[in-house]
């Protein structure tokens, strides 16, 4: 299985695909992409590939979500949920640390 496929933005369909009819892999890995543009998969199949609009934009705020115990989401893609939950978990992370809001 390969990993790190979102990092391909747009490109993503294309480098799994042809890593997986080479032989690299056999199972082309998106990770944050599937947070950012959950339907990416209909759209390969339905319109021939990602639509660069909905990828992932690899800013790591759902990283930082995942790692400090919040639910995984897209803060970028779906800011209704997920910026109060990454605000409220930034003001947390610096009054632990001591600094001001």
Not at 32 to 61: E, H, T, W
Not at 84 to 90: A, D, E, G, I, S
Request: net charge positive; with cysteine.
């Amino acid at each position: 299985m390969s990993t790190g496929l979102s990092w391909f933005s747009q490109f993503g369909a294309n480098v799994g695909a042809g890593g997986v009819e080479q032989g690299w892999f056999d199972i082309a890995g998106y990770g944050r992409q599937s947070f950012a543009y959950p339907d990416f998969a209909n759209d390969i199949l339905d319109k021939g590939g990602f639509q660069v609009n909905k990828c992932c934009v690899m800013c790591d705020k759902c990283f930082d979500l995942i790692s400090n115990g919040e639910r995984g989401g897209c803060v970028v893609r779906d800011s209704k949920v997920y910026v109060p939950h990454y605000t409220q978990m930034m003001k947390n992370i610096r009054k632990k640390r001591g600094e001001k809001a």
